[in-house]
């Protein structure tokens, strides 16, 4: 387990990486939302908007949110949208 001032330092370098993303989704109508950073260095997100639908969520999850996140955080092992199983 990771220690609180460990996980609340790795969580906002979480959200830092996913609001650089939140413009280039919000101009498309969508957006973004961190839910957790569990125990296991596993990112959960939620998507809004048009992110929900969108054919080419996929690619934006792996391509460019797990990407950022990792930049950002590279001990964590991955990223999960909550309300999309791709």
Partial sequence: MTPAA?????????????????PYLE????????????????????LHGSCVDCSMIHMTMK????????????EVKGVEAVNWHG
Avoid at 6 to 22: H, I, N, P, Q, Y
Avoid at 67 to 74: E, Y
């Fill in 63 to 74: 391509g460019g949110v797990e990407q950022a996140v990792r930049a950002a955080a590279p």
């Fill in 6 to 22: 460990d996980m609340k330092e790795l969580t906002g370098r979480v959200e830092r990486a996913l609001a650089s993303l939140r």
């Fill in 27 to 46: 101009a498309d109508g969508g957006n973004i939302e961190l839910v957790e950073v569990t125990d296991e260095l596993t990112v959960k997100v939620k």
